[in-house]
């Protein structure tokens, strides 16, 4: 089993920034490639970025490309999303995931912390 907790969420306006954090635990960390997902209300479970196992691959969603940056320390079992020029579509619940293999159907999911971005 693989422990996500995330932190970092909060309210920002329009155009600011915040870095989400997400601390795992429970198993080898750097086995396991990490992301992030998000949902709005009222909107599916949407992909946002990945990172590899060695942090060489990082796939993001278009609409955040050249916004957020998704990095990772082995070292301190912990993933992070720096989230700038936020925008009011960005307001949603981001939820930290892993998984040996796949970044578009991890295994485990934290609970999820809310980002709002306010126009």
């Known amino acids: 089993q693989v422990q996500l907790v995330e932190s970092g969420g909060g309210l920002v306006q329009a155009g600011g920034s915040l870095r989400l954090s997400c601390a795992a635990s429970?198993?080898?960390?750097?086995?396991?490639?990490m992301g992030w997902f998000r949902q709005a209300p009222g909107k599916e479970r949407e992909f946002v970025a990945a990172?590899?196992?060695?942090?060489?691959?990082?796939p993001y969603v278009n609409s955040v490309k050249g916004r957020f940056t998704i990095s990772r320390d082995n070292a301190k079992n912990t993933v992070y999303l720096q989230m700038n020029s936020l925008k009011p579509e960005d307001t949603a619940v981001y939820y930290c995931?892993?998984?040996?293999?796949?970044?578009?159907?991890?295994?485990?999911w934290g609970l999820g912390t809310q980002v709002t971005v306010s126009s």
């Open positions: 429970g198993r080898t960390f750097s086995n396991y490639v």
């Open positions: 990172i590899s196992r060695s942090g060489q691959s990082t």
């Open positions: 995931t892993a998984d040996q293999n796949s970044w578009y159907k991890p295994e485990y």
